[in-house]
């Protein structure tokens, strides 16, 4: 399980997330939306330990994110995939999926490549395996992510709009990936603005406006005219949303 | 040929020189690399002791005349009960001078490293040793061979300066001779083609590793 506590944090004068709770249970998809600059990839990144919070505690199946141990503990529970991809440019394919397993995991190198490939299988780019990410699709490449970040076999993935830097075709590529990871009942914290999509797959829907985590409901609330579109803020950002 | 008798005597001893100045620039550039990643790497480090020594190494060695460093270390080395020959006080001295500069252009290609890579490492739960290992240097060697090249280029010419403490190397053979014949311009003549080849190897030598490395890669 994920808690975050009364998570506050500060860059410099700006509060950037203002007591935030937050629980993420196992088989839970939890959706994150908020306008730009609400605090959706600062949560996320609070949550996987790559900014330090300035108060309360975020646990991760127990362990403290802002202990050294607790962080390496939490780390191996999650696992992250990024809006840009952040491949590594200088690794093949099977290199960006098997260089953690290896060295974290101490799996052995024939065992990794062989659950590399068969993610890569899995997500339909069996014949990349050997190819470089300059030389992938951004749709590809984002695919190599879902696999790295899988490979890991992660309770938790964190998802950071994963789909904002792809062209709709490729955005249907992924996401229908997704999908199934959240039919197989795979944990996740998805940030995304594909809102048809998050109501299509999550569990739970949350709402930050300003760094505040203002609303927290099951989907089907989230969206009922008595549960979150009763609220004003959020009834805009969706019609918003929807324009767009 | 007035030229060619003139040289043809001692063309066996300068190529012997040549011999030991492609043999110290060899030494020198694999130390040279060698100490420039790992100054580069200490200068990259969060902590501020370790960062200090090594950015006090690169601003000494980067800014004595190379001339003044090889006789500190000729002459000094055994004032401290280190007798070693010539010509491995050298390959130390050009390793040492060398690896200052190289630490500049590795650091430089340490800082153009994706933030988001390195954020991809870390969450990945990987060391941070390993991350620097595996991640960091790597990228940051492909981006910096080629500023690297000039670098080491500028230690071949600068291994002339070890005939000056007696290493015989082409230069130092090239004196000899100049002195036995009274005909330098012949000798340089010979020189100059030399160094020229050497440098023309090595600078193609860099440009085939540049693209090797960094095939798959953009920009760098
Ligand atoms: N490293 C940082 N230093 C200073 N301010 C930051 C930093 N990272 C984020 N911020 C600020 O924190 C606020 C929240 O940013 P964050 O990236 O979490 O928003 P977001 O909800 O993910 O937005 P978007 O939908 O555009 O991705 C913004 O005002 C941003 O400017
Ligand atoms: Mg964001």
Redesign the pocket.
Known sequence: MIVAENVE?R??D?L??KRVNLRVEPGEVVT?L????????????CINGL?ALTGGRITVDGHDVSTKAGLVAARRASATVF?LFNLYPHMTALGNITLAPIEVLKLPKAEAEARARALLDKVGLGAQADAYPQQLSGGQRQRVGICRALAMQPRYLLL??VT?ALDPEMTGDVLRILAELAADGTTMVF?T?EIEFARHISSRIVF?EQ?ELIVDLPTAAFFAEDGGLAVPRIRQFLSKMKKD | MRFWRVIEPYIGFLLQGFALTIAACLLAIAGAVLLGALTASMRSSGNRLVRGAANAYGDVFRNVPFLVQLFFFFYGLPELGIYIGAFETGVIAMSIAGGAFVSDVILSGILTVDAGVIDAAKVSGLSRVKIFTRVVLPIALRVSVRPMGSVLINLVLTSSILSTITVNELTGAAKIVAATTFKPFEVYAVLLVLYASLTTLLSFAISAVHRRLNRFMTGG
């Open positions: 944090k860059f410099g700006a950037v997330l994150i908020g306008a730009s600059g609400s605090g959706k990839s600062t949560l996320i990144r900014e809006q950071d709009e904002s940030v603005h930050l760094g």
